[in-house]
Each structure stands twice: as C-alpha cells, then as structure tokens.
C-alpha cells in the first residue's frame, strides 16, 4: 500500500500489510479455495501500485480503517456474487497493528 497520512504527495510512504479472511461457502454452489483465493486477488488487484490517496474510493483518505472498510466491502461483495459469505476481514502491518471488519460489528 502507498498513501500519506495528510494527502500530501510529498509525504507519499509504502506499507507492506497482511490481509486474513475468513470466508465460507453458503452452499454446494460455494466455490473452491482456488477460485475464492481468485476473486480476493482480482479485487486486491486494481489497488496495487498505486497511491491510494488518489482514488476516489478513498476521498484522499487512506487510512488502514478506509482501506480495510473498502477492501472489506469490496471482497464481500465479489465473494457474495459466487455464493461465498465473507465473516470478517483482518489487515494489518503486524499482530499489533491490526483493523478487524466483521459482519457482527
């Protein structure tokens, strides 16, 4: 991930973050870990190298609690077009630097 904490280009950083999901089929119709696996890296995808400040998406601000939101949506909504729930999104840079997102939140 690369943004700046104030919107300012000049302060452009990188992160290195894990993302965790915990996913599961609704039905025999759910997908594999395979094709699961796919659709996360279609959706992480359209934000690698770039400055998430710029997108949109985010309104200039690229925290790791908007990033994790939208990621969280993002992937949940792909996810649920294939007939796979997604319970809860993790991203973080280390154990004590982590964002959870949940559907029980």
Do not use: Q
């Amino acid at each position: 991930m690369t943004h700046s904490a104030d919107n300012n280009r000049e302060h452009e950083h990188s992160h290195t973050l894990e993302i965790t999901t915990y996913v599961r089929p609704r039905d025999e119709e759910g997908k594999k870990f395979e094709e699961i696996e796919k659709y996360a890296a279609e959706v992480l995808g359209h934000y690698e190298n770039r400055y998430l400040n710029d997108m949109p998406e985010f309104g200039g601000e690229a925290s790791i609690e908007n990033i994790g939101n939208r990621l969280f949506d993002d992937i949940r909504d792909r996810l649920d077009f294939n007939h796979v729930d997604m319970e809860r999104l993790e991203i973080g840079e280390n154990p004590l630097r982590t964002y959870i997102v949940s559907t029980y939140m």
